[in-house]
């Protein structure tokens, strides 16, 4: 299985900046995708940005332009820069690794989730 350690949760203001990391460690298997989903109280979790081993990535409409995805190097660590942050923005947020081959979809794994909060 693959272990992933999120860190960078905390409280700010509406209009600040965040930014989550993710270190991904034990069987990984490549090409994959990793990304960071949310969830707030009474919501589905939803994905927010996802990038890809090779470079791409994608957004939920409601970030583009106010949050950027990317990976280490070695792409084992995943990274989400969150700036213009509004209260709706205060969610749970969990980092997910995922293997793009099918028959590796048990290798799926999921972050503890980290809690970012935006006051307004």
């Known amino acids: 299985q693959v272990q992933l350690v999120e860190s960078g949760g905390v409280l700010v203001q509406a209009g600040g900046s965040l930014r989550l990391s993710c270190a991904a460690s034990g069987n990984i298997f490549k090409p994959n995708v990793m990304g960071w989903y949310r969830q707030s109280p009474g919501k589905e979790r939803e994905l927010v940005a996802a990038?890809?081993?090779?470079?791409?990535?994608n957004y939920a409409d409601s970030v583009k332009g106010r949050f950027t995805i990317s990976r280490d190097s070695a792409e084992d660590t995943v990274y989400l820069q969150m700036n213009s942050l509004q209260p709706e923005d205060t969610a749970v947020y969990y980092c997910?690794?995922?293997?793009?081959?099918?028959?590796?979809?048990?290798?799926?794994?999921w972050g503890q989730g980290t809690q970012d909060t935006v006051s307004s």
């Open positions: 990038a890809f081993t090779g470079g791409q990535k």
């Open positions: 997910n690794i995922r293997p793009l081959a099918w028959h590796l979809a048990d290798y799926e794994s």
